[in-house]
């Protein structure tokens, strides 16, 4: 029953991020042309990714999930480490922050302040100054 439920409260998120696309778009449509209107143009199309990849790598799982519980088939594996559907998964957790992490300068550059920072500040501030970001 929990992973029903689970499933039911990932597709509610995804029609949410559908909507606030819709939102968004319709908003930044409105706007006239600007450099910041291609900003946010270009973070919509980051979060649309994510929540593309996000469905490719879990949607196996969850079809797998739905066929077990609904005919009592599917796919079983010895393990998790055997299992391909998990490990798309974990795939996942990976992959969402890097791509956050490659569409938006600024987050990238305020990881660069504060992680690297704190283990290598000579390399901040170099890194920093390469970015064009004041500390």
Not at 68 to 95: D, H
């Amino acid at each position: 029953m929990g992973i029903i439920l689970f499933q039911l409260v990932v597709l509610t998120k995804v029609i949410m991020t559908i909507k606030l696309y819709v939102v968004a778009r319709y908003q930044l449509e409105r706007e006239p042309p600007s450099a910041e209107r291609e900003s946010k143009l270009e973070s919509l199309r980051v979060i649309i990714f994510v929540v593309i990849s996000f469905l490719t790598l879990w949607c196996p799982s969850f079809v797998n999930i739905i066929i077990k519980y609904v005919t009592g088939g599917g796919l079983v594996f010895r393990n998790e480490a055997t299992n391909p559907f998990a490990i798309l998964a974990r795939f996942s957790a990976v992959c969402t922050p890097s791509v956050y992490l490659w569409g938006s300068p600024v987050l990238r550059s305020a990881t660069v302040r504060t992680v690297w920072g704190r283990v290598c500040p000579k390399c901040s501030r170099r890194r920093s100054e390469d970015l064009g970001v004041e500390s």
